[in-house]
């Protein structure tokens, strides 16, 4: 078992930045995919980007070339990193690790507002 704690979220103004983290532990050393999901109000969950064990990453069309996603294994901890953020990223953002079983956060809010 897995467990994720998502950290680094909170009010940013349009066109600012934020970096979220999520610390795992657990039986960490059975994780091959790490990723960041969003959900917001009234919307379903959806993927924002994944990083796997050999590195490759993917984003959604929403976000790329505006987030970055990275992973440092000796803190295991994955990271969201989150420029020109923009109002319809305002979501809670959920950290997500598959390791036979899928694991969650508990979620961090992000909101994007003047």
């Known amino acids: 078992q897995v467990q994720l704690v998502e950290s680094g979220g909170g009010l940013v103004q349009p066109g600012g930045s934020l970096r979220l983290s999520c610390a795992a532990s657990g039986s960490i050393f059975s994780i091959n995919l790490m990723g960041w999901y969003r959900q917001a109000p009234g919307k379903q969950r959806e993927l924002v980007a994944l990083?796997?064990?050999?590195?490759?990453?993917n984003y959604a069309d929403s976000v790329k070339g505006r987030f970055t996603i990275s992973r440092e294994y000796a803190k295991n901890t994955v990271y969201l990193q989150m420029n020109s953020l923009k109002p319809e990223d305002t979501a809670v953002y959920y950290c997500?690790?598959?390791?036979?079983?899928?694991?969650w956060g508990q979620g961090t809010q992000v909101t994007v507002s003047s």
């Open positions: 997500n690790a598959h390791s036979g079983v899928i694991s």
């Open positions: 990083i796997r064990n050999n590195g490759f990453t």
